[in-house]
């Protein structure tokens, strides 16, 4: 079983991205997803491209690595591909075939194919922009931190937003010791002559009963000692409590967000004046 | 008489984390063996290889490259008959408490044995001579594992590797975070187990003054490298390797050294208070001093 999941895949560089505040990410974020989604004409896709490009090589990630990310999804990413080149219908047909006559014909047409390829692009440019922001560039307490603050004006309105925040922290931080934990009672079972790999379903679910439950034992102890932990340090919610770091907005931080402006409405004009290839 | 061996371990190497910034060379060329009847001890310094190279003995880890013969059969021949190997290797992980799942005490420990496929009044048969042999008493046999205390639910565990009868023992730390009690116990349980059954022990730890009590062989690692093995008086008498490697050797042997630097003629192979005793007396007797 692929327990080493990469969790975390900060990859510190000490960059300008690196440095910039969360929240500014954050927005960057929100603007950089808005215009994939605005975003119908191949040029805009092209402007997008070239901002991944820009911040890939700012952020020194190196471009292996980020590639290395897409692997999982290169399936998902082709399998949406071929559906567009064949489900879609346009004016202009390519090719015609019957497989089954009178049943089943498989029509291509030119907008099927260009479908097809700016949809892969909008995928690989989405997930190649918010991984470089979001995972490779900012740690997840970052993140968090970035998000409490981001959104604190919401506890005007009474959302808990400290308390989520702390339990995003502290999921965050647990999933390794999780994963750790579950991959050492696994071979402690497995010694035990635990088959994981054969057998039915049914018997391949009680098969992790021996697992689940020492896990389940050994997280609510977990759990129990951070809040006996957390409670002798007088942990008693986010009021008056203050930070080791405050976040605080410097000139790059604007400056950053004014350009996440900047493209979102220059995808908006090259939409509507360039000529390109569109997704329909 | 030479014993035979159970367990060859044969050039094996082990990197973890291949190919990345985080390369480790965990296991360097270890070749050693496992004698039969006779309790063998894996020391070394945390993050010295001892837990990755006994993982290898039953193949929850498989090695980069080299061999583990198990009874003269290399375990990775056919890996698909691995689980097998399993049952003949039987291992104890660190805390194994935490391993408990089923309702009662009883059935935790049937659950190695009901995995190999034993007749039904066998498994009764052998979980009560296990249970007998780690001290759990009946009356808690019905109990949930959950509601033990650490010692005991220790126990449990030991004893649900125990009722598979296997012909190797292995144990990763099996005193640790006991009380000298609980060590005592545990230990002591351990080796009369080995007597009583005559099957091959492993017992890995880092606390030199158990080992020096218990074991009959010892294998020292640091970092990665097998750098010492003997028996105890020749493990012991390296007093200086060992502190290299980051261990304490046992208290007494300290005592025997700087008595032997004061000019003082006592065996440099005293490493239990009880020998040390014996020699001071001796010495005293004789009007050396």
Redesign the interface.
């Known amino acids: 079983m692929a327990l080493d999941i990469t969790l975390g895949q900060y990859y510190g560089t000490g960059s300008v991205i690196h440095k910039l505040d969360p929240r500014a990410k954050l927005l960057f974020v929100l603007f950089f997803i808005v215009s994939i989604f605005v975003a119908k004409d191949i040029y805009a896709f092209g402007l997008l491209a070239i901002v991944v490009i820009l911040s890939l090589i700012v952020s020194k990630v190196p471009i292996r690595l980020v590639l290395k990310g897409l692997k999982p999804l290169v399936f998902i990413i082709i399998f949406t591909s071929v559906l567009n080149i064949f489900l879609s219908r346009g004016e202009e047909l390519l090719f015609t075939k019957e497989i089954i006559p009178g049943f089943w014909t498989v029509n291509l047409y030119k907008e099927g194919l260009i479908n097809a390829g700016l949809l892969a692009m909008r995928i690989i440019i989405l997930l190649m922009g918010t991984s470089v922001y979001f995972s490779y560039a900012t740690t997840p307490i970052e993140l968090t931190d970035g998000l409490e603050r981001g959104l604190g004006f919401l506890k005007k309105i009474k959302v808990p937003v400290h308390e989520f925040a702390m339990m995003m922290t502290i999921a965050l931080r647990f999933i390794p010791t999780l994963v750790d934990e579950t991959s050492k009672i696994m071979n402690a079972q497995k010694a035990r002559g635990a088959d994981f790999s054969s057998g039915g379903l049914i018997k391949r679910a009680k098969a992790l009963i021996p697992i689940i439950i020492p896990l389940f034992v050994s997280s609510f102890r977990r759990a129990e000692e951070l809040a006996t932990a957390m409670e002798c340090r007088c942990y008693h919610g986010g009021n008056g409590r203050t930070r080791m770091n405050v976040l605080k907005m410097k000139f790059r931080d604007y400056v950053f967000i004014i350009l996440s402006m900047a493209m979102l409405a220059g995808v908006i004009l090259v939409n509507i004046y360039a000529n390109g290839f569109k997704l329909m | 008489m030479s014993k035979m061996s159970v367990i060859d371990v044969k050039n094996v190497n082990f990197i973890y984390g291949k190919k990345t910034p985080y390369e480790v060379h965990a296991l360097q060329n270890i070749s050693l063996s496992i004698k039969e009847n006779c309790v063998t001890g894996i020391i070394g310094h945390t993050g010295s290889g001892k837990s990755t190279l006994i993982?290898m003995f039953?193949g929850?880890t498989k090695p980069d490259s080299g061999s583990i013969f198990v009874d003269g059969v290399d375990i990775w021949e056919k890996p698909k008959e691995i689980?097998k190997i399993?049952?003949k290797v039987?291992?104890?992980?660190q805390y194994?408490e935490?391993?408990?799942?089923?309702d009662t005490v009883w059935d935790d420990i049937a659950?190695?044995p009901k995995?190999?496929g034993i007749p039904e009044d066998e498994i009764k048969e052998r979980v009560e001579t296990a249970a007998a042999f780690c001290g759990i008493d009946s009356e808690i046999m019905t109990k949930s594992p959950?509601d033990l205390s650490g010692g005991q639910k220790r126990r449990v565990a030991l004893a649900?590797?125990m009722a598979?009868r296997p012909s190797v023992l292995v144990l990763d730390e099996p005193a640790a975070g006991l009380d000298p009690r609980g060590r005592r116990e545990i230990l002591g349980g351990i080796c009369k187990y080995q007597k009583e059954s005559g099957t091959a022990v492993v017992i890995v730890s880092h606390s030199m003054e158990d080992m020096a009590k218990y074991c009959d062989e010892l294998f020292v690692l640091a970092k990665g490298k097998l750098i010492l093995q003997g028996n105890c008086k020749e493990v012991f008498s390296e007093g200086e390797l060992l502190r290299s490697a980051g261990l304490d050797v046992p208290e007494i042997y300290g005592v025997v050294r700087a008595m032997r630097h004061k000019g003082v003629d006592i065996s440099k192979y005293i490493y239990t208070v009880n020998g040390a005793v014996d020699a001071i007396a001796e010495l005293l007797e004789g009007g050396v001093r």
Request: aromatic residues 20%; proline residues 4%; without cysteine.
């Open positions: 993982q039953n929850i689980s399993r049952f039987g291992m104890v992980m194994p935490y391993q408990l799942f089923a659950y190695g995995n190999m959950f649900g590797i598979m």
